[in-house]
């Protein structure tokens, strides 16, 4: 996509046009907080559904409803800041997406302004809501289930490469979620009997460097955790993985799109659909603890078959005939 057409299509010109700040003095037109842990470009569709939620409740982005963007693109550190900051410029609700971190720090900003998160793990145990169906406070959202499927990925994992005896997995040390996303994968393993080994990274460099030392270590297949610093580089971790013929398996579609071999997770353009449905009728009245936590129960399983061609694997009949979609 070029530059021009994905500035235009995030509304960042819109932004950039006028003063920050600017949008949310205008007492006609209500401002949302859009922060995120990602970067825009991955983004990009799940902004895309956000806004047709948004529309299914009568809002459209620059007509009647303005959006201001933070993006900590990986970053976590600056999430307090930019939710600081969307609180003092009096946003009418906080949007905060891609992972643990953006939601935590917009809830430790406000206990006032309306938060509506999308999480990968369980909210009622993150401490964001009372309970799903009466979420209390000001917050609540959709739940993605991504960093809960870690232990069903490996599983999946395993059949394609039975004869895996080291399975690697790839996790970032510095999202919240990773704690429980190895105990879970940890759990999976020793069920199963399975041999793991569990690489720590977060940036382009770290993460070349677990790709050469789990390569080194025999390891014959690699999870990767759910994690948005490793969705904002999909295409990079695919391209790793082919170059030193890695089986691996990822959380969303868009990997196996990209030229991964295997990705199970919910759907979660429908999940960001769903959050712009709850921004959207918070704007109309609506109060979070009024609006029971939305789970996602739409789940996608993808094989790419270049992919396993190119690895010199067969994949199993029976794993072909549950998948929700084989590439060719």
């Known amino acids: 996509m070029r530059r021009r057409a994905f500035i235009g299509l995030l509304g960042g010109t819109a932004v950039a046009a006028c003063p920050l700040g600017a949008l949310?003095?205008?007492?006609?037109?209500?401002?949302?907080?859009?922060?995120?842990?990602?970067?825009p470009a991955p983004w990009a569709a799940y902004v895309g559904a956000f806004r047709q939620g948004l529309k299914e409740m009568g809002y459209a982005e620059g007509q009647n409803v303005a959006i201001e963007y933070r993006w900590a693109e990986g970053q976590y550190?600056?999430?307090?800041?930019?939710?600081?900051?969307?609180v003092r410029r009096r946003v009418?609700?906080?949007?905060?997406?891609?992972?643990?971190?953006?939601?935590?720090?917009?809830?430790?900003?406000?206990?006032?302004?309306?938060?509506?998160?999308?999480?990968?793990?369980?909210?009622?145990?993150?401490?964001?809501?009372?309970?799903?169906?009466r979420p209390g406070r000001n917050l609540t959202g959709v739940v993605v289930l991504t960093s809960l499927m870690d232990a069903k990925r490996l599983g999946l994992l395993r059949e394609m490469v039975p004869a895996a005896t080291l399975?690697?997995?790839?996790?970032?040390?510095?999202?919240?979620?990773?704690?429980?996303?190895?105990?879970?994968?940890?759990?999976?393993?020793r069920s199963v009997g399975q041999n793991i080994a569990t690489y720590e990274a977060s940036s382009d460099a770290e993460i070349e460097g677990a790709f050469a030392k789990l390569k080194s270590m025999g390891a014959q297949a690699l999870l990767v955790a759910a994690d948005p610093v490793f969705n904002a580089r999909r295409e990079f971790l695919v391209a790793l993985a082919a170059r030193h013929a890695v089986p691996a398996i990822y959380e969303f579609r868009e990997y196996a799109?990209?030229?991964?071999?295997?990705?199970?997770?919910?759907?979660?353009l429908e999940g960001y659909r769903q959050v712009g449905i709850y921004t959207g009728s918070i704007l109309n009245g609506k109060k979070p603890a009024d609006l029971p936590v939305y789970q996602v129960t739409k789940f996608q399983f993808v094989i790419n078959l270049n992919a396993a061609r190119a690895l010199g694997l067969e994949v199993p009949p029976n794993l072909s005939a549950r998948a929700d979609e084989v590439i060719e």
């Open 24 to 39: 949310a003095q205008t007492p006609s037109m209500p401002v949302i907080g859009f922060l995120s842990g990602a970067s």
């Open 77 to 86: 550190d600056r999430l307090p800041g930019m939710a600081a900051d969307l």
């Open 92 to 133: 009418a609700v906080i949007v905060s997406t891609a992972g643990a971190a953006t939601v935590l720090a917009a809830k430790s900003a406000t206990s006032t302004i309306s938060i509506v998160f999308s999480a990968g793990g369980d909210p009622v145990k993150m401490g964001l809501v009372a309970s799903l169906n």
């Open 167 to 189: 399975i690697a997995v790839l996790a970032n040390p510095r999202n919240p979620s990773t704690k429980d996303q190895l105990a879970s994968i940890r759990e999976g393993a």
């Open 257 to 268: 799109v990209a030229g991964g071999l295997m990705s199970y997770g919910t759907d979660v």
